[in-house]
């Protein structure tokens, strides 16, 4: 398990993953947003709390117009996949 403060800047998202046991993040700053594969993207503000069940597939990230910061409790290994920068929101 690991617990990290991750910030975003403006317009800043990670690659599509999966994280092998799971993934909780809570905003603590700022919005942005989340997809979970095959879904549209969600926005994200602070106080929200986002549950990526295991080896499900996601990507998150800052809106365009601010940071984000969230607190991310990722369960097992990390699994990078291609690039979400072509994704809507």
Not at 30 to 43: F, I, S
Request: no cysteine; net charge negative; charged share 25%.
């Amino acid at each position: 398990m690991r617990v990290s403060v991750v910030r975003f800047e403006r317009g800043v998202r990670n690659h599509w993953h999966r994280h092998a046991g799971g993934q909780v993040l809570h905003v603590i700053e700022g919005e942005g947003y989340v997809q979970r594969r095959g879904e549209p993207a969600r926005r994200i503000r602070g106080g929200d709390t986002v549950v990526a069940q295991p080896d499900e597939e996601h990507w998150h990230g800052a809106t365009a117009d601010g940071p984000m910061a969230h607190i991310a409790v990722s369960i097992g290994e990390i699994t990078w996949l291609e690039s979400s920068a072509d994704e809507p929101v």
